[in-house]
Nanobody, 115 residues
Framework: QVQLVESGGGLVQPGGSLRLSCAASGFTFRAYAMSWYRQAPGKERELVAAISSAGGSTNYANSMKGRFTISRDNAKNTVYLQMNSLKPEDTAVYYC????????WGQGTQVTVSS
């Protein structure tokens, strides 16, 4: 059974940091590119960051460049999103996505940036 389980979300003050994790199981993790998406209330889901299957290539949405870092550990079947200098507009549900022969989604983790 394929599972993507996100964790690490929560409430943080503006300027703070969070590290999201996505633990994968049930498929060959190292064969899949991984991404983080987010969806704020009333808005469409948008790409946050993506990383290639081996981890050698990453890309970011413009508004996240320099603040967010995506990484992966293929030995642990886990992808991470380090988020620094968080802003209220980063408030959203963050989703993990696996893209390869098939596409898989996690259930999401809430990130709220507020004072």
């Amino acid at each position: 059974q394929v599972q993507l389980v996100e964790s690490g979300g929560g409430l943080v003050q503006p300027g703070g940091s969070l590290r999201l994790s996505c633990a994968a199981s049930g498929f060959t993790f190292r064969a899949y590119a991984m991404s983080w998406y987010r969806q704020a209330p009333g808005k469409e889901r948008e790409l946050v960051a993506a990383i290639s299957s081996a981890g050698g290539s990453t890309n970011y949405a413009n508004s996240m460049k320099g603040r967010f870092t995506i990484s992966r550990d293929n030995a642990k079947n886990t992808v991470y999103l380090q988020m620094n200098s968080l802003k209220p507009e980063d408030t959203a549900v963050y989703y993990c996505n696996a893209r390869g022969p098939y596409a898989y989604w996690g259930q999401g983790t809430q990130v709220t940036v507020s004072s």
